[in-house]
């Protein structure tokens, strides 16, 4: 069960059971290599991950289209308890910092401002994921629900999921 207070007007929620330990899920969500091979929903890839993992570190990545174009992210970890508990925000950057507002004006391009929450608890057959994406107005929330979060972070999940099971030496 979520520990983190869900409002139905601003957050959106992902929850799932993966058939993996919880070490393994933590391994996936917080190592660049791994990070790279699962955290945007295929064809998309990341050409570039760095994790400071410690309150106040950098998440950084750089999600690719399959054209080529680049998406940079930058983002600061608030909160990290091994194995339970990991939470970002798309609102400041490494050490604190502010994040600098996007520009542009183009829908599909709009910077969602969010902070995501990241639960993992330990089940009999694996592990139960929580996700919550909080933002900071009802708009955009909706913009970040229109933009496919559910299939989006749904399938990236997924993805990690087969990952770690094929690769269940890591």
């Given at each position: 069960?979520?520990?983190?207070?869900?409002?139905?007007e601003?957050?959106?929620m992902l929850k799932r059971e993966l058939a993996v330990p919880v070490n393994l899920v933590w391994r996936g969500l917080t190592?660049?290599?791994?990070l790279k091979k699962w955290f945007v929903p295929k064809p998309w890839s990341i050409s570039?991950?760095?994790?400071?993992?410690?309150?106040?570190?950098?998440?950084y990545t750089v999600m690719q289209d399959p054209e080529g174009n680049k998406f940079p992210n930058s983002g600061c970890f608030l909160e990290v308890?091994?194995?339970?508990r990991l939470i970002?925000?798309?609102?400041l950057v490494k050490n604190y910092r502010p994040a600098v507002p996007a520009t542009t004006s183009d829908k599909e391009c709009a910077h969602i401002v969010m902070t995501a929450v990241i639960e993992l608890q330990p089940t009999s057959s694996g592990t139960?994921?929580?996700?919550c994406?909080?933002?900071?107005?009802?708009g955009q929330r909706k913009l970040h629900e229109e933009m496919g979060f559910h299939e989006g972070w749904g399938t990236t999940i997924t993805q990690l999921e087969e990952l770690l099971k094929q690769e269940k030496a890591y």
């Open positions: 069960m979520s520990t983190t207070p869900i409002d139905a601003l957050d959106l190592e660049p290599e791994l570039d991950c760095r994790v400071d993992l410690r309150p106040g570190g950098e998440f308890t091994d194995e339970k970002w925000t798309s609102a139960r994921y929580t996700a994406a909080m933002h900071n107005t009802p």
